[in-house]
């Protein structure tokens, strides 16, 4: 069994039973439901009780219990061609030199984490026309400056002007 | 003269001058620092009065501070081999297909602009390292349904369960 | 079941039966025909009442309805291999740059919408070999200028010469 | 001297001088300002009358304006990176198969051609936001049936149902 | 079905016959040997009498005959891996210059149509080696000067020097 | 120097003067017009008399006829972009599995040099619109059988049926 | 039934025999051993007494005997991905210009043959390890200069100094 | 002024001196030599008094020195063609599915990050010929789990077998 | 039976049973982990004791454990899109030039070997987080000067500066 | 001063002075000719002894000189454009499979070393047309089967059938 047979499957059942993403990420909770559908996706591992609530709601047998338990194999063929994941590729492609220059500007040499990051997303009411409203937060993680000597920093840091 | 020659001779005056970005967006001012970055990086169009402040901050003739009024040829080559900026193509790599899923399900069919869009960065202190954290917001337009006969809403809508 | 099993399903229904597009877009109705045969290519979605038609023209299971009803992953590889397709194509890579110099021109910083957009094909009989007609209009979307201070517009506008 | 190169010396005169777009295709006339801007940027060919009253508006020399006669090598690198040129890409790759259906259907097996083509864009006012019209039609190329015996047509053409 | 099954469904037929492509060319008829085994290897539309007459020398069921009969999507991964198929692709890439000259010298600015096209092969015995000799007929496309005013020719064609 | 800035340095003499390709090959003589302009253009090697011709009528330095006596290192960036060359890369997509099959049916396993070959251009005259007309002929080579026993032969055939 | 299903039949039987290349080969016997085996592999051709004793070794069907003998579509994806090919593309990417340099200065203008050449592989004892030994030798061909006259060879060959 | 100007004139530099890279990582010191070669070579910034000291060795403008200070834009065109580099990429592409599995059954879900990791080099003598020791460590950083509820780890960990 | 259905087989297995790698290599043993999981993962070639053990534990079939020791074709599809493993590829790519760099000036030109190198993985404890730590070592292998003549060593090795 | 410079001006001296490769590697001498061409092409590094030697006779300053010396960034844009080179491309690309196959049957698990290898180049006098005659020997290098226990050879070795 591949992951994206799993992937195939949860989806035929979601289908079937015409349930909402909104609903199957009610019923399994536990965690953002970004990470709980990327599961379901195929992008992101459940960890152990949650992929037990996801397999009781799908009706998984247990070997499918445990491959939504395991890390897959990440990513999807780039660029993406869906308009929707496009337009949040070219933001990146577009403004990712201002980001960057923002971003070592205020924090010094290094990334923000695409790990250890957090996502949300709301509907923005707005007369002109409603907004998706997102808020991101990723750990800002400093180059290291291994082999420091004394009085260098061990790690990338701002340095004063 | 080309776009990339005005960003390479705004990039030397900022390093002779010794500058920050945080300096040059506080002596344009008029819209989100963001913008006036990606202008002075070549992908972004200034507008005219902001233009005339760039220019008089660089001391750029009046040929450059017209070409800052121009609409570039956007974008650059990718995969971004560049790893702060990497990390935000993974995010969408990753995570794309279920932002997808959540978008749509809330809004219907449709995408969420990156041209009305905006966003914010900010430093979020943390004990465990500060964290960057970033507010976007970006309209959702829904497709049309051109043609559309009595009865059908013309534009991409949340269909009822 | 994936998408292109359901395309290549109402594909062998619409050979068996020997109807044409024009055909099935008659009996579907509702929408523009584009969009109803972009649907059974899997590339759009057909809103519930014609999905619940066009299966009852085809003759499909209550998941495959629900399956067209679905917002499809888009796109497909590129450049195209396909002759008519590919002069679409040609016609953006050679004309793009003077379309794009035409529309900034006209409406300021911006992009015209590939979602609030219709097209319309016609025959146009013409002695020298009968011509398409396509007639096509999109949305016009002016850049943001987020942040603005007093006396900026919030959006991309045609400044003042 | 390439031809980039005389682009990029029109494109510094244009901005010089402050002129649009509209203001030079109105000096130059005599065919269709998408032809005229794309002969300046270096997609076409400007026929000798027009060459002459380019290269008497932008100063060249006579060089110059018989490489403004020259047909270019045409074409630029694929996917546009730039937003307002990739929506256009977008539309074919999504549509391109739908349109593909539609033209077959209504001319049979043939193309529509990219050099046989015109194209027109308007401004349409709408209260909702202002639309590009466009306007486009291409000659109806069908494939040609060659070393035909007696009875088969000897271009494609649309066969009775 | 798809059209790749078709193919490899009349590959396997051929095999198991022991056919070559001129006997099952003969057969057919009608057209260009070159269109008849486009087809059946999935690039071309056979028209309906070839195709009927293809379906009884395969006995291909019905759907499979109108399969026949259906616009393919053309092309295939370039470049091409195959030695003999490189080597046209090899011609092209080599000479494609030196023809673009020698054409627009000749016709003005236009192409050699890929649609309305012929092509022979025929052996020419060498005494030292055999040769194939090839030969190809398209019509000239001249690009279409759209927009003409008076005095102007609406097509492109070769001006005097 | 490099072979692109002596092709620049023709292309500019040509153009200063006037000169059509028919005038410079008929000057320079003794092979293909085909050879004559793709050396010029940097893609082929001229025997020492012509390169000596070439050198005389665009008044070269020693150094630049030998470069023109060099062989190159050949090709460009593919696929072309250009339409009029885009179309040949085409013919060679679309046709080349049937050009395999009837060169294979005929000569068996080999290839059609693309080394030893040759091609002519005329114009066709033809009220529906001039042709190109295009003769090519090009050595087939066996595929070797090499370290072939008795009675093996030791070049590819086509083989009795 | 395709090419590669053919393959991975082989291999099968290959597998559960315990059989090595060395003992397939000297069973097939009649050409080199590199033909042999890239033919099972679905690279090459097997003529009609090979592919009979290929068939007979193997308990082939009759139509999988006449797979043998069908000139395959050759090639594969590249670059290779596989260390030991790597290191042969690796060979060609970092000496191809020394060898062109070589082989041109040896025999003028033309290529050696991919196709008229053979190749032998052994074993070169040496006591820091032993080496593979490989003999290649390919027929060169010269490019023609087609359309020569009087006093102009026809083929590319080695000019005096 | 663009990085690889400045990378390009320390080169010049280093080589018109003789300087092997231990003399000036010996001279500049601070950080481990990979670091410092990074920087000098355009992959790494260097802190403020390294690059002085770098500045100083080289006898740098006051600009260039504040450039070696500035975040470079990181990376370079893979895959690499040089063989030294390509043997770490090899490394990778082969064994990466396995370290992942490795890795991830030691820490669980997340990666060893590639940002603060070090890296040393050292000659291993081996009467077989010596070898290059390589030593690596990098944190590892596990997914997070936003949106935690409680009794579920906000980051990823081993979870119990 | 391709090599890829084998791994399938074997992770279903796996899961099935809920074993760690770190089980599956305790029970096979003989050699490092990273090469076991390598084989099993489809990358490596397993020794036929070792496959013994595999096929034991897995419960495969003679042919399954004759294509354990087999050597596979290797690689797998770059850049890698999951994170884990773009972070050493990342690696790569920022530091290449530098360990080149470095590994030369200690070594001489060669290359550090991809084939006769180990690799080990340790969890090292540390108060931020606990680190991967990464210990290789590959023989470094130098050019080989051929054709060398008396005085000219056979090898590369480090000049004498 | 990049590599490339240095190429091109060697190349412009050779060609100023009509030497062939033969004279320049005959008065270089020392390794051979590949190594010296290849060196002299920018993709080999020249000992001190033949850089000296390349030096005095091209004229080289002394900076120069030790470029000549510096190991180069290796390789060249894949797949190579130019038909001489992409003809032992293609002999890769179609026989590698079978080369793999023979020489691990031979030597078991390893590869044949692209970097401990030697090449020869000689004409073959043939009737029908001269041959280009090559033998190469790499040194076989074995997988390393680190980690090994007691009674696992250390590296890769043909095991006994």
Redesign the interface.
């Known amino acids: 069994?591949?992951r994206e047979e799993l992937t195939?499957k949860i989806l035929?059942i979601k289908?079937?039973r015409?349930w909402?993403?909104?609903h199957i990420t009610g019923e399994i909770?536990?965690?953002?439901?970004?990470?709980i559908?990327?599961a379901l996706?195929g992008?992101?591992?459940l960890?152990?009780?949650?992929a037990k609530k996801a397999a009781a709601l799908f009706g998984l047998s247990?070997?499918e219990e445990?491959?939504l338990?395991?890390?897959p194999?990440?990513?999807?063929p780039?660029?993406?061609?869906?308009?929707?994941?496009?337009?949040?590729?070219?933001?990146?492609?577009?403004?990712?030199?201002?980001?960057?220059?923002?971003?070592?500007?205020?924090?010094g040499?290094?990334?923000?984490?695409?790990?250890?990051?957090?996502?949300?997303?709301e509907?923005?009411p707005?007369p002109?026309?409603?907004?998706?409203?997102?808020?991101?937060?990723?750990?800002?993680?400093?180059?290291?400056?291994?082999?420091?000597?004394q009085?260098?920093?061990e790690?990338?840091y701002k340095?004063p002007?």
């Open positions: 069994m591949r195939e035929d289908r079937e015409g909402s993403w909104k909770g536990g965690v953002s439901e970004v990470l559908i990327g996706l992008q992101m591992k960890i152990k009780p949650l247990e070997a445990r491959m338990n395991e890390v194999y990440r990513g999807m780039m660029p993406p061609t869906d308009p929707l994941i496009y337009r949040f590729y070219e933001m990146v492609m577009v403004n990712g030199p201002a980001w960057k220059a923002l971003i070592e500007d205020e924090f040499d290094g990334i923000m984490s695409a790990i250890d990051f957090d996502i949300t997303f509907r923005e707005n002109k026309g409603d907004r998706v409203k997102i808020g991101m937060s990723g750990k800002f993680l400093p180059y290291r400056y291994y082999g420091s000597e009085g260098i920093p790690y990338g340095e002007e």
